[in-house]
């Protein structure tokens, strides 16, 4: 009998258990006669390295100085991770390599597969399979690059042809069992930075919208719903109380659906949505009955010509509509919002500012990004459509190419940089959370049940 490793590798924030490692162990489980394990190793340097952080994550008596705390954390991580990648890069070992060697090697596998969904986890994939010569090594996940394919023995895309490759044949997929629900306590949910397990949920396979033009996460992926009832399995399951739904986007009525089978859990969750015009009153009621405790809504922009150009499919009045009704009926409000679109002015940066402070009363957190083009977004393929006269692409020894570009009018990235920096006081008097929750959002669970969390 075959024995599978499925290794969760460093680095990303470790305040839940990785969902897609957890849904391929259990439809492998489900579907073949291999041995299955699974390490989160990201958690595993965490707790090596940051002990005094996950103490103090876990108590939310604690968190009186929670972004004084949380900015220490966030600055100590970005230098080791950044120091351990250039170990990669330049042939050193990183940092707790070793033990995190001999935790894959105790498990004496046949078959080590690597989970790549942020490209930061790309580094430590390099350093270990470079060393790990005596097993089949596996690489899937939606930041898998070249590099690393040519490092591993076969690169998968799904969990079909993972199991293929685990029986040697072509599977019947009638035979298949594909009434999989993802079980979590397969870790050891206690060892997690939060203070309470916080479940991450998947209930479709990609966005059902499919048309932001910043967004690149659907591409080539058909949209296909899970049986809900498996989805109330995976709650049921794993005895937690606290979920996030981390689809890009639900709608509407699959979201109803989904709320009147969560209700009689008394569970609280939380979800990301765009603010259209049909979340009225009524549905974000019913949504509220049912545990849902926060939304984080695709705002992006104050500006409805950016929001055309994005294609959000919603407009400013619709927006703040939304967000006073998602508030009267008990929601907490976290704002999604883009800096530097393309061809973003000034004055439309500021029009996203008025929004903000027009409705800093139905806020609650204000989460900030700024606009980095990405390959295989609608801005990436069609560039002169979004007034970008030149791309540019830096290579790089891991890491796909660095992209940067130039454009023909409007805020560049270091002027939207700039922008926000001379705002981010304007910004952060909204905040009714800690402003870097938005660094750890499973934690606003918790901030909704202390008050008095605010800095």
Request: net charge positive; aromatic share 12%.
């Amino acid at each position: 009998m075959k024995t599978v490793l499925l290794v969760y590798l460093p680095f990303c924030t470790p305040a839940s258990p990785p969902y897609s490692l957890t849904y391929l162990y259990s439809f492998l489980k489900n579907n073949c006669d291999a041995k299955i394990k699974v390490l989160d190793l990201n958690l595993e340097f965490h707790k090596l390295k940051f002990p005094e952080f996950q103490e103090y994550f876990k108590d939310p008596s604690k968190w009186k100085d929670y972004d004084k705390k949380t900015n220490e954390y966030n600055q100590l991580t970005r230098k080791v991770y950044s120091e351990n990648n250039r170990k990669v890069v330049n042939g050193e070992k990183p940092e707790f390599f070793d033990v995190l060697l001999k935790n894959i090697r105790e498990e004496k596998p046949d078959i080590v597969g690597f989970s790549i969904v942020y490209s930061s986890q790309a580094f430590y994939a390099h350093a270990l399979m470079k060393e790990l010569k005596e097993v089949t090594k596996i690489v899937g996940g939606p930041s898998v690059n070249d590099k690393i394919i040519a490092l591993a023995d076969k690169f998968l895309k799904n969990e079909i042809e993972f199991l293929d490759f685990i029986k040697e044949e072509k599977t019947d997929h009638e035979k298949l069992n594909f009434d999989t629900f993802p079980d979590f306590n397969i870790y050891d949910l206690k060892e997690y930075f939060t203070p309470k397990p916080v479940i991450p949920l998947k209930t479709s396979s990609t966005c059902y919208y499919q048309k932001c033009t910043f967004c690149a996460h659907y591409a080539k992926v058909p949209y296909v719903e899970y049986k809900i009832p498996l989805i109330e399995k995976t709650i049921i399951n794993s005895g937690q109380k606290y979920f996030f739904l981390i689809d890009d986007m639900t709608h509407i009525t699959r979201l109803l659906k989904l709320a009147e089978m969560m209700k009689p859990l008394n569970i609280q969750w939380a979800c990301q949505l765009r603010p259209t015009k049909e979340y009225t009153y009524e549905i974000l009621k019913k949504l509220k009955e049912s545990g849902l405790t926060f939304i984080m809504w695709g705002v992006e922009s104050g500006s409805n010509r950016i929001l055309n150009l994005m294609k959000k499919g919603t407009n400013t009045n619709y927006v703040e509509k939304v967000l006073e009704d998602s508030k009267k009926a008990g929601i907490q409000n976290i704002t999604y919002i883009m800096f530097g679109f393309p061809t973003e002015t000034k004055e439309e940066f500021l029009e996203t500012i008025d929004l903000l402070k027009r409705n800093g009363k139905n806020i609650d957190l204000v989460s900030i990004a700024v606009f980095g083009l990405q390959k295989g977004t609608p801005v990436y393929t069609a560039p002169l459509d979004f007034g970008i006269k030149k791309i540019n692409e830096e290579e790089r020894i891991i890491l796909e190419p660095k992209i940067s570009y130039e454009l023909e009018n409007g805020l560049t990235q270091a002027e939207a940089v700039k922008l926000k920096k001379k705002y981010n006081n304007t910004i952060n008097k909204i905040n009714k959370h800690p402003r870097l929750m938005n660094f750890f959002r499973e934690h606003t669970f918790f901030s909704i049940k202390n008050s008095g969390l605010k800095q």
